[in-house]
T-cell receptor, first 113, second 114 residues
Framework: SQTIHQWPATLVQPVGSPLSLECTVEGTSNPNLYWYRQAAGRGLQLLFYSVGIGQISSEVPQNLSASRPQDRQFILSSKKLLLSDSGFYLC????????????FGPGTRLTVT | AQSVSQHNHHVILSEAASLELGCNYSYGGTVNLFWYVQYPGQHLQLLLKYFSGDPLVKGIKGFEAEFIKSKFSFNLRKPSVQWSDTAEYFCAVTPGNYGQNFVFGPGTRLSVLP
């Protein structure tokens, strides 16, 4: 069966520090991968998605970047965090042939102080 | 740009009451529509989806949704809710041309009182 992992579960970082959140999927190959941010009362905002290694599409211009160095690994990064980067970050995957049912990970709660 | 609105922020019902959660989207072309649910302490999971065909879609746990193209709506319904339906419900849309750019609504929190 397929599983999705995200770490860390919680993170407190000072303003101006770098960020690296990791997401990995097991049990499938060539998945579509997604990064979302969930803000209280505002639902999920799609940040990036990837349909293959090295292929990243950005939905919202901001202080973050994403990379996919391996087939089942998706990394969300920032060089310098802003207070506004605080939030709950969710990774999700879907089958390449059926992109519409997404499977979500447990999420990372990021607090920028 | 696409957007999705959900009519209610928080809905409180008693068990056995009927449920209807509103969802409207703004997009002029063909769309795919979804309802996701997040139970307390669990991951988001798909409840039901609409791609084409019969506008009345049935999902898991007795939920259904009706796509009304003229109203740009995709409302979620359940004839009799249970305490276990307490969760947050999200409506989402993607363009129909195999688009990956999912747009989610802000969510509706449902509380079912025993």
């Amino acid at each position: 069966s397929q599983t999705i992992h995200q770490w860390p579960a919680t993170l407190v970082q000072p303003v101006g520090s770098p960020l690296s959140l990791e997401c990995t999927v097991e049990g499938t190959s060539n998945p579509n991968l997604y990064w979302y941010r969930q803000a209280a009362g505002r639902g999920l905002q799609l940040l990036f998605y990837s349909v293959g290694i090295g292929q990243i599409s950005s939905e919202v211009p901001q202080n973050l970047s994403a990379s996919r160095p391996q087939d089942r690994q998706f990394i969300l990064s920032s060089k310098k965090l802003l207070l506004s980067d605080s939030g709950f970050y969710l990774c999700a995957w879907s089958y390449g042939a059926d992109p519409y049912e997404q499977y979500f990970g447990p999420g990372t709660r990021l607090t920028v102080t | 740009a696409q957007s999705v609105s959900q009519h209610n922020h928080h809905v409180i019902l008693s068990e056995a009451a009927s449920l209807e959660l509103g969802c409207n989207y703004s997009y002029g072309g063909t769309v795919n529509l979804f309802w996701y649910v997040q139970y307390p302490g669990q991951h988001l999971q798909l409840l039901l989806k609409y791609f084409s065909g019969d506008p009345l879609v049935k999902g898991i746990k007795g939920f259904e949704a009706e796509f009304i193209k003229s109203k740009f709506s995709f409302n979620l319904r359940k004839p009799s809710v249970q305490w276990s339906d307490t969760a947050e419900y999200f409506c989402a849309v993607t363009p129909g041309n195999y688009g990956q750019n999912f747009v989610f609504g802000p969510g509706t929190r449902l509380s079912v009182l025993p």
